[in-house]
């Protein structure tokens, strides 16, 4: 019977960096939802419904009692069942599964199901046997974190494989005998410390490799019908916006990587989801290290995100990504489960019960004839097959290809926005100083409509100042007046300054006998009254 992925989601709690009332997520337990919402006034709400949904105060037993338990108890069906956490880098993918607390309190996923599992096998003394192995793909190569030497960058990638059955397995890959949870726990521990963790902006341990814990349990008691049992616990890098986490150099190269392999990961889920006939899990070494527990295990998906507004964008992809992995219907393990019914041939018990001799010779041979179509068709399928894997790896470069293309498009994107932000600020600088200008402009302008007003009054001043003069110089000649006739009452000529700053008839200087000097008089244009 097919069973859908269970995909559950988990918001970790804020870091001490983060502000805990700027959150993007709002979960609600009772109907397994989680709306995100971004900063503009909770404008674009998204919800997304999964299996199961954690809340920030989640604890980690809470966890394993959703996920870890029911996986283990799948494993012991004899299925492939695997838990992998999924999520931007710094959501808690490690902490959740895999997370080693101080306390039994804080400890994730594995610690708890490999205590689970053991309480299991002793129970059953006898019963089991349980091997490991430990592998890690960082930058695209695969390795043993079981050998006890640290990869280098001149490390070969192991490869993998396919059995008869269709399971991928690794070649040559490290395996040994575990007996309780403290030998599980000390191998992890061993290649951990070999395992390829670094510093970088976002989290002072942020994983940069996915790895991956086997655990093999094997029947010993070999009359048994139920086939073995597998349970994986996956560690995913996470995803990371190379902008925001401003990794450079090896970083860079890493965070470039783990995105495309990401990318082909959500290929794949996509594929499956849409129950697509082509499901590209040869694109990567992690989607072809996962094909099994994608194909027809029992898989269970954890994903993580932070609870920030900075991670908005993350947050929805995260959640978009895990939606469609709900989608993906799994056939579970062993022979009877598997995807076709299995034929067994013509049942000759016919030949003895009901049919003639004749007729059951006609069946043998056309039986026969039969037989050998099929071996000629099987032939033409392993050619097809072989040519089909050859393009099926000129695929997968070339997916890889625009993985990566597409990555450095979205950076350059992004620098782009940036540039044109940028000089959207100084558009805006450029206008505020044209207002600025302008406003001076018109208060210059008003300057010198006052300043011509008051050249004009001068001007005016000036003419009438010449006409009172030339009227007293006629008066002299009329002998109307002897007032101007001796030249030392005559008013002195107004200094430059006076003629500029001041109106002459309002000069200090002494102007000799005053007049009064009168436009409006009936009788003559002017008239000086003598005072
Ligand atoms: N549920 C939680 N409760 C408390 N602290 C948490 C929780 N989840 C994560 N953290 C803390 O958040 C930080 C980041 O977590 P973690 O290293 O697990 O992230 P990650 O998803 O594995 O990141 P990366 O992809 O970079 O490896 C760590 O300091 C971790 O202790
Ligand atoms: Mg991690």
Do not use: W
């Given at each position: 019977m097919s069973k859908n992925v269970f995909v559950?989601?988990?918001v970790r709690p804020p870091l001490k960096d983060e502000d805990p009332n700027d959150t993007c997520v709002q979960i609600n337990e009772a109907d397994r939802t989680i709306a995100v919402r971004d900063r503009q006034g909770f404008a674009t709400d998204k919800q997304y419904s999964f299996s199961a949904v954690f809340p920030q105060k989640a604890s980690q037993r809470h966890i394993f009692e959703s996920v870890g338990r029911t996986a283990v108890e799948t494993a012991f069906e004899g299925h492939?069942?695997?838990?992998?956490?999924?999520?931007?880098?710094?959501?808690?993918k490690t902490y959740t599964l895999a997370n080693k607390g101080s306390t039994d309190k804080e400890d994730g996923l594995l610690q708890r199901c490999v205590k689970e599992l053991f309480e299991t096998v002793n129970k059953n003394p006898g019963l089991y046997r349980v091997t490991m192995s430990y592998t890690q793909i960082y930058n695209e190569v695969l390795s043993d974190l079981l050998t006890g030497e640290a990869p280098t960058s001149k490390t070969v990638s192991l490869t993998i494989r396919e059995d008869a059955e269709g399971n991928v397995f690794v070649p040559g890959l490290t395996t040994v005998d575990v007996c309780s949870a403290g030998d599980v726990t000390h191998y992890v521990d061993c290649g951990n410390k070999i395992r390829m963790v670094a510093l970088t902006n976002m989290n002072a341990e942020s994983s940069r490799s996915h790895v991956v814990v086997t655990l093999h349990l094997h029947r010993t008691n070999t009359a048994s019908a139920a086939p073995e049992g597998r349970l994986l616990l996956v560690d995913l890098a996470g995803s990371e916006r190379?902008?925001?986490?401003?990794?450079?150099?090896?970083?860079?190269?890493?965070?470039q990587c783990i995105n495309a392999s990401l990318a082909c990961l959500g290929n794949v889920v996509h594929a499956l989801a849409e129950g697509s006939p082509h499901v590209p899990y040869r694109d990567c070494k992690i989607t072809r290290l996962l094909q099994d527990?994608?194909?027809?295990?029992?898989?269970?998906?954890?994903?993580?995100?932070?609870?920030s507004s900075s991670d908005f964008h993350e947050t929805n992809s995260t959640l978009t990504f895990g939606?469609?992995?709900?989608?993906?219907?799994?056939?579970?393990?062993?022979?009877?489960?598997?995807?076709?019914?299995?034929?067994?041939?013509?049942?000759?018990?016919?030949?003895?019960?009901?049919?003639?001799?004749?007729?059951?010779?006609r069946l043998q041979s056309g039986n026969e004839e039969m037989a050998a179509r099929l071996r000629e068709e099987d032939d033409l399928i392993q050619h097809l097959g072989a040519a089909l894997r050859e393009a099926d790896d000129e695929i997968r470069v070339l997916h890889r290809e625009i993985a990566v293309s597409k990555a450095e498009a979205m950076d350059a994107a992004e620098a782009a926005r940036n540039q044109l932000l940028l000089h959207q600020d100084v558009v805006k600088q450029l206008l505020r100083d044209r207002e600025r200008d302008h406003t001076e402009l018109e208060a210059l302008k008003k300057h010198l409509q006052q300043l011509t007003a008051e050249r004009d009054g001068l001007l005016e001043a000036i003419q009438l100042d010449q006409i009172t003069k030339t009227t007293r110089s006629h008066t002299k000649t009329d002998g109307v007046?002897?007032?101007?006739?001796n030249k030392e009452n005559a008013p002195p000529r107004p200094s430059?300054?006076?003629k500029k700053n001041s109106h002459p008839m309002a000069s200090k200087a002494p102007l000799g006998p005053i007049v009064n000097l009168s436009l409006n008089s009936r009788n003559s244009p002017l008239q000086f009254i003598e005072l």
């Open positions: 559950c989601a988990r492939h069942s695997a838990i992998i956490a999924y999520g931007q880098t710094n959501s808690g190379i902008k925001k986490s401003r990794v450079q150099g090896v970083r860079k190269q890493e965070a527990a994608f194909k027809r295990g029992r898989t269970n998906l954890v994903v993580t995100v932070g609870p939606m469609r992995a709900m989608k993906i219907k799994q056939l579970p393990m062993g022979r009877g489960s598997t995807d076709a019914p299995f034929e067994e041939g013509v049942d000759t018990s016919l030949c003895a019960s009901t049919a003639s001799a004749a007729e059951f010779s007046s002897a007032a101007f006739v430059p300054n006076q």
